[in-house]
């Protein structure tokens, strides 16, 4: 009852994966996943910075892609555009 137009797209989902897996992109120092389940529930579960991605992403985003996870609901998260990359692997 508290949402009164149902015009905005209901996900920012950018792209799923074939395992399935769906990817978005972090709004600006983004921490908690904000996924909606069946019932408009915001999901809020941390996002961590995932090193053990499979093949589903390394043939989409590179084997070096920044990908950040949801520890609850597994979405995953892509760094945001204008936000400076925290990793030290390529750039200094
Ligand atoms: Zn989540």
């Known amino acids: 009852m508290s949402e009164p137009a149902d015009t905005a797209p209901r996900t920012d ?7 399935g897996s769906k990817v978005k992109v972090r709004l600006p120092r983004m921490r908690a ?6 019932k408009g529930k915001i999901c809020a579960g ?4 995932w090193y053990f ?3 589903a992403v390394k ?13 609850h609901c597994r979405t995953l998260y892509l760094p945001n555009p ?11």
């Open 13 to 19: 989902i950018v792209a799923v994966l074939s395992d």
């Open 33 to 38: 996943c904000n996924e909606k389940d069946g």
């Open 46 to 49: 941390h996002l961590k910075r």
């Open 53 to 55: 991605f499979g093949e």
């Open 59 to 71: 043939e989409k985003y590179g084997p070096d892609a920044e990908i950040y996870r949801c520890e």
């Open 82 to 92: 204008g936000e400076t990359p925290r990793s030290g692997t390529l750039a200094y």
